[in-house]
Nanobody
Framework: VQLVESGGGLVEPGGFLRLSCAASGFAFGMSSMSWFRQAPGKERELLATIPSDGFNTEYADSVKGRFTISRDNAKNILNLQMNNLKSEDTAVYYC????????WGQGTQVTVSS
């Protein structure tokens, strides 16, 4: 099993980024998937979840209306479109199943700063 997150970087407040998670070694197309983040000194936070069929997504209140989770089951890719970024979105972002049944990838750093 491998999860490889990418797409992070430094962006100004109000900007946007698109994260991706390349998954392999398990039945990605049959698995609900989620994005998490962990800011320095804080616990890991569940941000968004998408079921295997891509419908009925769910979001944490902190990102609702700004972030959009999506997936490409043909390519085993999970995406997170992040718009109107705020300084409090600064964190390392990870993908996993909602129940954290897979090992963690290395994550991708998102820094929102002017």
């Amino acid at each position: 099993v491998q999860l490889v997150e990418s797409g992070g970087g430094l962006v100004e407040p109000g900007g946007f980024l698109r994260l991706s998670c390349a998954a392999s070694g398990f039945a990605f197309g049959m698995s609900s998937m989620s994005w998490f983040r962990q800011a320095p000194g804080k616990e890991r936070e569940l941000l968004a979840t998408i079921p295997s069929d891509g419908f009925n997504t769910e979001y944490a209140d902190s990102v609702k209306g700004r972030f959009t989770i999506s997936r490409d089951n043909a390519k085993n890719i999970l995406n997170l479109q992040m718009n109107n970024l705020k300084s409090e979105d600064t964190a390392v972002y990870y993908c996993n199943t909602p129940w954290i049944t897979l090992g963690w990838g290395q994550g991708t750093q998102v820094t929102v700063s002017s």
